[in-house]
């Protein structure tokens, strides 16, 4: 088998390059796709017939097969010239035919381009990509950018000698991305990624917070780090120190800037410049300034707080109202912004209210986690910023959201309907896999079902449909184009079939003619009509909580996402992640529950529910008498020989990140076991800060004291032969994991598995362990293969696994469930 040639030979720029030097010009590709592809089965390689991903050098009498091509056969093609956008044009597939059979899911394919770069010495580099979810440098993974936004960049080190790259690119029909690897000197590199609030003008300047994200672009740990802001009319200089940062790895670090006494900014003025500087002890690594715009009081303006979910700054915007009175208490109308786009952008489609405040969350990123997880986070810690910052009436909470953010409102109104007065999605999708159906999936096709219930449990919570029940006190608003080919309109009308089946009223508004955004009719002085239509906003102005309404009908299935629906709150299931319901009604001086899969509840018998002191509750046909003339009016109830002990305090393993986190990663293994190590370490930063504009640290196991165990949920990179701290723990943890043999739950698994692990750490069981751990060194790379860094993950508690998941994904996996509230097997 002949490997086909394709060098780009640098022979001059890389003696000593800058940032901002000439990019790696790469004109020549080999090319091949396309490969049937699945929603949420992105982590299949298609190239492991001749050595996978990771090591296939191209030939052209290599065969390959795939569905979407004439004879399902493909092999390697060239493209060139092409320097700038890469085109992939898929010659000879009948596309019609596919999307007339299978609707547009049956576009998604996956395709590659390869090519080799010759050195001749190391050369440090940055990758700066478009539309390129991954790529491979000389056998290890990198994340890329999926997307075209343009402020991640990843750091690589070219070798001396030949490198081979391989991109991974993945859409619908023909491909084109971008990928420039641009040489640099530097030790660190400031990201275009600030996060900062806008100022107001003719008032006070504040302190404030901003976010600084920047690169370590050098093979070593950068130490004795700090952040400084240069003075400026309205701040104080600061210096904030920064903790080491491992190499080749993003950090992003929240810094408090200190308002000067007494200054105000005209109104003229329109931005405010910093100077941000990264230092190493006295040594300038890094400068770049930020602009803070100023608007004035009629304008929305972004407000910037530091997140409890992982330390990290984060904004939302707000349209105070217009004629603001601080004394008056004021409703609140929350609107969540679609996919591509941020709470900025969303505030601009909008006009202030005289009658409420306008509040837009920002989900993190502007994809995010589609409003689920950590979006769905980051909305309820927005909407605790907004009752501690301003004077608000929480009885007319309303959510509104558009596209991405519609279904955000339908996920997060369900989830929480106690908290909104009413809620008014606009042109949202159901679910993942009716929005993009999961029909091609191989998890599907080739997986044990009773393997495909955990991860069909694990994902549950993200079915909106399924929570439509909790909707019985909740008055919708629905707006949707006619013409929508985003989202067609059969995803409303699904939700208004359903909710008039439960008895539930919708007043639904299909408009005529109109596509998936619209801003005509326009009115002067108002904004985009399909989210501010006179319509709805009258809607949502009529509507008040109802706090203690007397008949109840809720579904709930994971207690750590919400446990109480108006005055019931579910304290313990009987079996976790399973279908939970209340029915309960007041009649007199009588509570009536009837429900399902529950332990122990606690009812707020309040004044407002039920005027009596001496009251029965009736659970499950048990009658419970209670004397109320004390003033205690919180009830707590539990089953027969069970106790009202707190439940089981996560489900499922990206809760692991849901809170304050750092990442330990093994040195006890060989030098290349720990590199291997380290560079999982970098890429779960990576992810997290992609996805989730995010904040963690990366540590060896040898500095992890007494105050990280106290303070951080440990995910945990390694088994106990590599990893001290797996080795201090593991004889307390469910399982043991060794050389070639991995035991859990009395079954043995020999050979190369990987297994991932949810449970309290050992030596801090306030806090969480999320361990990555395998048999021997292969597979302890292979355990990262389910990271739940994205919205509707589907990695239980635990889960065994082999290298098959590359083909077959959950058809790889030998084990996977859920731990009791007790911390035991189910």
């Keep these: 088998m002949k490997p086909i040639l394709l060098i780009v030979c640098l022979i001059t720029g890389i003696h000593a390059p800058a940032w901002g030097a000439e990019p790696i010009s790469i004109p020549n590709w080999m090319v091949l796709g396309p490969f049937l592809a699945a929603p949420r089965d992105g982590g299949i390689d298609h190239l492991l017939a001749f050595g996978g991903e990771k090591r296939i050098v191209p030939s052209k009498d290599q065969l390959f097969y795939s569905p979407l091509t004439p004879n399902g056969t493909l092999q390697w093609r060239e493209i060139k010239g092409q ?178 006494k007494n200054v105000t900014l005209p109104s003229d003025n329109k931005s405010h410049s910093l100077q941000v500087q990264l230092f190493r002890s006295e040594d300038e690594l890094a400068r770049k300034p930020v602009n803070l715009s100023v608007k004035s009081t009629k304008e929305a303006r972004k407000i910037t707080f530091l997140s409890e979910i992982d330390n990290s700054v984060q904004y939302f915007s707000v349209f105070h109202p217009t004629k603001h009175d601080p004394s008056k208490q004021y409703p609140v109308i929350f609107s969540l912004h679609g996919a591509g786009v941020e709470a900025e952008w969303m505030s601009d489609q909008y006009s202030s209210k005289e009658w409420a405040f306008l509040v837009f969350p920002t989900n993190r990123r502007p994809f995010g986690s589609d409003w689920q997880d950590w979006g769905r986070l980051d909305f309820l810690e927005v909407m605790e910023q907004v009752k501690q910052r301003y004077n608000v009436d929480q009885e007319r909470f309303y959510l509104t959201g558009h596209s991405m953010g519609g279904q955000g409102v339908w996920h997060i109104g369900l989830h929480y309907p106690s908290l909104f007065a009413a809620i008014a999605p606009l042109a949202g999708w159901t679910n993942f896999q009716i929005y993009s159906p999961f029909t091609f999936q191989k998890s599907r096709m080739l997986t044990d079902p009773n393997l495909l219930l955990s991860r069909q449990r694990a994902m549950l919570d993200s079915n909106n449909l399924y929570f439509l029940p909790n909707a019985q006190h909740l008055p919708i608003i629905v707006t949707h184009g006619e013409k929508d080919k985003v989202v067609p309109p059969t995803h409303p009308r699904l939700y208004q079939e359903i909710l008039n089946q439960l008895g539930f009223k919708v007043l639904y508004r299909e408009i005529a003619g109109k596509p998936h955004w619209w801003r005509e009719p326009l009115v002067k002085g108002k904004g985009a009509d399909v989210v501010e239509n006179d319509e709805i906003m009258q809607f949502l102005k009529r509507q008040r909580l109802q706090r203690f309404p007397k008949t109840l009908k809720v579904r709930l299935y994971d207690l750590t996402v919400n446990d109480q629906y108006y005055w ?20 007199g001086n009588s509570i009536v529950l009837e429900t399902k899969n529950i332990d122990a509840l606690e009812i ?38 069970k106790s009202l002990a707190n439940a089981k305090s996560a489900n499922s393993l990206k809760s692991v990140f849901f809170s304050p986190f750092v990442i330990v990663y093994g040195t006890r293994g060989t030098k290349q076991t720990t590199d291997d190590l380290l560079h999982g370490a970098r890429l779960i930063a990576a992810k997290f800060w992609r996805v989730a504009n995010g904040r963690t640290r990366i540590l060896r196991d040898v500095d992890v004291d007494e105050t990280i165990i106290r303070d951080f949920n440990l995910v945990l990179l390694g088994s106990g032969q590599s990893n001290a701290l797996t080795n201090r723990i593991l004889g307390r943890l469910p399982m043991t994991v060794g050389k070639g043999q991995l035991q859990f739950q009395g079954r043995t698994h020999t050979g190369d598995k990987a297994i991932v692990l949810l449970h309290p750490n050992p030596l801090n069981p306030d806090k969480l362990i999320a361990l990555f751990a395998g048999t021997t060194p292969r597979s302890e790379l292979l355990s990262l293969y389910f990271l739940p860094l994205y919205s509707g993950s589907s990695t239980p508690d635990y889960i065994i696994f082999n290298d098959s998941v590359r083909k077959y994904v959950w058809g790889g996996v030998e084990d996977a469930g859920f731990f009791s509230n007790q911390w035991t097997i189910e």
């Excluded at 019931?568 to 009649?587: G, H």
């Excluded at 529910?609 to 109320?628: A, E, M, P, Q």
């Design 83 to 260: 320097t700038e956008e890469i085109t992939l044009k898929h010659e000879r597939i009948d596309w019609d035919s596919i999307y007339e059979r299978f609707g547009s899911i049956g576009l998604l394919n996956v395709s590659y381009a390869y090519s080799e770069v010759k050195v001749e010495r190391d050369t440090r580099a940055l990758v700066w990509s478009k539309k390129v979810p991954v790529f491979v440098l000389n056998g290890k993974g990198y994340l890329g950018e999926p997307y075209s936004k343009t402020f991640n960049h990843t750091p690589i080190l070219l070798r001396q000698g030949v490198n081979r790259i391989l991109l991974k690119v993945a859409g619908k029909l023909d491909h084109s991305f971008t990928f420039r690897m641009t040489p640099l000197q530097e030790q660190a590199v400031l990201l275009d990624d600030f996060t900062v609030p806008d100022l107001l003008a003719t008032q006070l300047v504040q302190d404030i917070l901003i976010g600084v994200a920047f690169l370590n672009t050098t093979e070593n740990w950068l130490d004795n780090l700090s952040i400084a802001t240069g003075a400026t009319h309205a701040f104080k200089a600061s210096s904030t120190p920064v903790r080491p940062v491992a190499p080749f790895s993003v950090v992003k670090v929240p810094i408090q800037l200190v308002a000067n």
């Design 604 to 641: 707020n018998a309040d004044r407002q529910l039920i005027d009596f002191d001496n009251i029965t509750v009736v659970w499950n046909g048990g009658s419970h008498k209670f004397d109320l003339k004390t003033g205690q009016r919180r009830l707590k109830l539990a089953r027969e020989g």
């Design 568 to 587: 019931v709150k579910v304290l313990k299931q009987t079996q976790v992640m399973r279908d939970t319901t209340v029915e309960a009604n007041v009649d």
